[in-house]
């Protein structure tokens, strides 16, 4: 077991994980972070992503004990303060159906438009490539970021 | 058509908010505390094989082991269908992932790891995996004891055979109509099991508690047939359906994987063994590939008779599926395609043999279509073909055929009111069927193809739906209905119904996802059916409600009845344009009269739909006698289809899907339903395969070997038609849409690439390496000649 310090969603949080600790679980069962979810877990999904100081991780395959001291958001984080215009777009523009594969999307699209706030279509497809979303044929969540782009 | 204020309008989801904050619970998302167990499931090795013996005791001498359990534990069948399935493997396992035993631990690892001590001694015996081979006489037998399985009556299984049902449909003279042809084509096609890919696993927690309730929390889209089995299963455990519980959270997509019961049942009966602990028990992705319902792999034999003209005067349709070990739930779909395989055509002539044969393979069961997609590839693909043949437009054969309001379906019932032929029309248009499409690459060339749909909601005569509706204090509405929202929208959509007739706004009520202890009775979540049934009981909910509040008003305030009217939440009176009365103040405290007293009270709604014409007996030998489909639903596609000459690479330009949703309740979910069913119809086509040893193993279970869709990989452009042709006993005309949409894909684009290259894919799915393979022999052959 060892300590480890994250800062998540903008709170400082100390733990205890063993050496192979799977973030995700972590994130899930120790710290009550739901959002993240599993879908493989082996990095095909991203339904895990989360933002590891600004940058879209698959939570599935990286160690807690490698996240000692840096920041994690999850959308439960983004959504602190009201929801962003990108999950205001997503609900306008329907960019989901089950919602399972919407938390991933949404941290992968977070990362994009931080990164570069007027992408095109095909960046955006290139970003979200690596969430799997079996519900809504993308078309509408590629619709959602595009909105947000153009603003 | 009436204008309506909240129905046929973009209403945002009522779930939009939890789903994109990260509120939103699906089942593993609940928290049990810390005493909660975990569950970890021993499963066979082999496809087929006898269980000489179970040694447990290495498992149970495990420190943090509370309970392993067998076969012997609980001798109880279960089954929608057909009672064919143990719970746990009693002497015999009949595919790879059956289940054996259960280890239940503090922890998942722990649980695992003493999984593995569970020592089992099979003797393996010959396994059969392919369907041709289970129907010949003389192979193995998979279920010796057939004749005493217990089934709905309408299913007609062959004892001492492999073949579980066997719907036949008999209607005019089929060889007469072949007689007459000019012209017959005879052919096979080939389609392959499929993966429902949901992106939540299947999960599902039991807690037996002190005082005998038994609850399951499960990722469902059935959660009152869930129970049902559940208790029907563990009745001699002493459980009655109240004991019972089935809580469903949020679903993460279900696609009908989640239909029926399949691992759910483990939680159920585990729970019972560790009382007063919650269990719980999920799969990984890869005991979703191979341990839930797939789709049913299939061959066809099709033979279609036609005149020069393209008029159809005889099919025969011969259908074998490989339904898997057990067919529970998954001879429903050989039954239901029974019923329908002759398509959207007007044919007087007809001969159907749609056979479910017992394979080695994990058990078939629902998936998005129902077998629809499947015996459409072949028939779709015929009708091109024929076409093609006759010299007669792809289109116009179709318009020639297809079936109109009136006509008579395969098993003699009358065809519901549709849009067919708009739809077909709508499509041409939009696509410009008759313009010449050149790629500007000379090494790519594009094809087009084309494909009708239909289909009816797969299920049994009584299926039910009900709905209560209860004001709040500020006229604000809790409904309790138990449909399952696995995406479709399903809770927004009701939300709509009963916004329009009682003049609240969408956004004042609220829909949640179903206890089975509080919400009334709904059959489940499949067939495309819940937002014609559930909302059928949700509008006469509705109305009940609005029946109760108009008699309190004339009761009190002395005005005709039919005078009253609702809106923007206030009872009006068209006699006097200055009545108003808001029902905020009194649909829970009622309305005071003069003298201080109080008439009235809570209004609660309540609404129950059966489809009462509806009948499943019929002559077995014929079909023909009875109304097992409540009606159906009926569209068109087209796609423009790139295809690299070279290389077989193909790029879907453009695709249009004209769906006749009778009335589109919120146009914005039905286009949704349109895009992502097209996109995973076009997976199953392009992308998708499931691959198995011939040992019966399952070779690519994980999103790594198994493809389906990325952003990346959907067509440049999808429009999505909406056709309103109204559904007479429809909530306000409409009729199911969801899983319609993906039919059309697999004929539609082995039409496309037969147009491109004049090559023609007869087996699923149509690859790159299938097509160069084709036309490089097309080219040799022609070179020879
Ligand atoms: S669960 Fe991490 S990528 Fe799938
Ligand atoms: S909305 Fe269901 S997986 Fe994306």
Redesign the pocket.
């Known amino acids: 077991m060892k300590k480890i310090s994250i800062n998540l969603n903008g709170e400082v949080r100390y733990i205890y994980v063993e050496p192979n600790d799977v973030l995700l679980d972590v994130l899930r069962d120790k710290l009550g972070i739901k959002s993240p979810k599993s879908g493989c877990e082996r990095g095909d999904c991203g339904a895990c992503a989360v933002l590891i100081d600004g940058k879209s991780v698959r939570s599935c395959l990286v160690l807690a004990i490698e996240v000692d001291g840096q920041e994690i958001t999850t959308i439960e984080g983004l959504s602190k303060n009201g929801l962003t215009p990108l999950q205001e777009s997503f609900i306008e523009h329907n960019a989901?159906?089950?919602?399972?594969?919407?938390p991933g999307?949404t941290i992968s699209a977070t990362e994009l438009l931080n990164k570069n706030p007027q992408p095109n279509r095909e960046e955006i497809q290139e970003a979200i490539a690596g969430n799997?979303?079996?519900?809504?044929g993308y078309e509408s969540i590629i619709e959602a970021i595009e909105k947000i782009a153009k603003k | 058509m009436k204008e309506y204020k909240y129905i046929g309008k973009p209403e945002i989801r009522i779930d939009g908010k939890e789903k994109v904050s990260g509120a939103a619970i699906y089942t593993d998302d609940i928290n049990f505390g810390p005493d909660l167990l975990y569950a970890f499931i021993v499963e066979s090795p082999y496809a087929h094989a006898m269980i000489n013996s179970i040694d447990t005791s290495e498992a149970e001498k495990h420190p943090e082991v509370l309970a392993v359990v067998t076969g012997k534990d609980f001798p109880y069948k279960f089954g929608l269908y057909m009672q064919d399935r143990f719970i746990f493997a009693q002497d015999r396992v009949r595919f790879i992932g059956e289940q054996v035993a259960a280890v239940v631990a503090r922890n998942p690892k722990a649980a695992k790891k003493a999984a593995k001590l569970v020592k089992v001694d099979y003797t393996e015996i010959p396994a059969v995996i392919d369907q041709m081979e289970a129907i010949k006489e003389g192979s193995d037998l998979l279920h010796e004891d057939l004749e005493n399985y217990d089934h709905v009556p309408w299913f007609f299984p062959k004892p001492k055979t492999n073949i579980a049902h066997w719907r036949k449909i008999r209607k005019g003279e089929t060889q007469k109509g072949f007689d007459e042809a000019d012209y017959i084509l005879e052919d096979t096609y080939d389609v392959p099991r499929y993966a429902h890919c949901?992106?939540e696993y299947h999960a599902a927690t039991g807690l037996y508690d002190k005082s005998g309730r038994l609850t399951i929390w499960a990722s469902s889209q059935s959660p009152h047939t869930q129970r049902h089995l559940f208790a029907e299963a563990l009745k001699p455990l002493g459980f009655t359906h109240k004991d019972v519980r089935v809580i469903a959270p949020h679903v993460?997509?279900g696609f009908g994987s989640k239909a029926g019961v399949t691992m759910e049942i483990l939680a159920a009966a585990i729970a019972t063994k560790v009382q007063g602990h919650p269990v719980r028990i999920m799969w990984s992705r890869e005991q979703e590939f191979y341990n839930t319902y797939q789709r049913l792999g299939v061959k066809t034999f099709l033979k279609i008779g036609v005149k020069k003209n393209g008029r159809i005067t005889a099919l025969d349709h011969k259908i074998y599926w490989d339904a898997g070990a057990y067919v529970e739930y998954g001879a429903n779909v050989v039954n239901a395609v029974g019923l329908s395989a002759i398509g959207p055509y007007n044919i007087q002539n007809a001969s159907i043999d749609s056979v479910c044969v017992y394979t080695n393979l994990p058990p078939g069961g629902a998936y998005r279509g129902f077998g629809y997609s499947e015996f459409l590839f072949g028939l779709e693909s015929h009708m091109t073909r024929i076409a093609k043949h006759l010299g007669i437009d792809t289109i116009e054969i179709r318009r020639v055929n297809a079936i109109r309001e009136g006509d008579k379906t395969a098993y003699g019932a009358n065809m519901n009111p549709n849009g067919l032929l708009k739809a077909i029309d709508a499509v041409e248009k939009e696509i410009e069927w008759h313009k010449e499409y050149k790629s500007s690459d000379p090494n790519k060339v594009i094809g087009k193809g084309f494909s009708l749909l239909w289909k009816a909601p797969a299920m049994p005569p009584n299926a039910s739906s009900s709905c209560f509706l209860k004001f709040n204090e500020d006229a604000s509405i809790n409904l309790l209905v138990s449909g399952m929202d696995i995406?479709q929208g399903y809770l927004t959509v009701m939300a709509q119904i009963a916004a329009e007739v009682l003049g609240v706004p969408p956004s004042k009520i609220r829909t949640e996802n179903p206890d089975t202890d509080r919400n009334p009775y709904e059959w489940q979540t499949v067939a495309s059916h819940i937002t014609w049934g559930s909302g059928n009981a949700v509008k006469k909910a509705a109305l009940n409600a609005r029946e109760q509040i108009f008699d309190l008003v004339v009761r009190t305030k002395h005005l005709p009845k039919d005078s009253l009217y609702l809106e923007d939440e206030k009872v009006k009176c068209t006699q006097n344009p200055n009545f108003e009365l808001p029902l905020r103040e009194f649909v829970i405290a009622g309305i005071q009269m003069s003298d201080g007293t109080f008439k009235g009270g809570p209004i609660l709604g309540k609404g129950t739909f059966l489809p009462e014409f509806s009948t499943a007996k019929s002559n077995p030998e014929t079909g023909q006698g009875g109304h097992p489909n409540v009606h159906y639903t009926t569209g068109a596609a087209a796609m423009l289809l790139e295809i690299d000459k070279q290389t077989g690479k193909m790029k879907v330009l453009k695709a249009v899907e004209a769906i006749d949703a009778g009335k589109a309740l919120n146009p914005d979910l039905v286009k949704g339903q349109i895009i992502g069913g097209l996109v995973q119809g076009l997976a199953t086509v392009l992308y998708e395969d499931m691959r198995y040893g011939d040992k019966g193993k399952l070779l690519n279970p994980n999103f790594t070997d198994y493809k389906i869709p990325t952003a990346k990989d959907i067509p440049e452009k999808i429009v999505p038609i909406i056709i309103e042709v109204p559904q007479p006993d429809g909530p306000f005309g409409a009729r199911g849409v969801g899983e319609h949409t993906m039919l059309p894909a697999a004929p539609m684009v082995a039409n496309a690439v037969a147009d491109a290259l004049d090559v023609r894919i007869k087996s699923m799915p149509v690859t790159a390496e299938k097509i160069v393979l084709a036309y490089l022999e097309k080219k040799n052959n022609r070179m020879l000649k």
């Open positions: 989901f159906q089950c919602g399972f594969c919407a999307v799997l979303c079996r519900c809504t | 949901a992106i993460g997509g995406g």
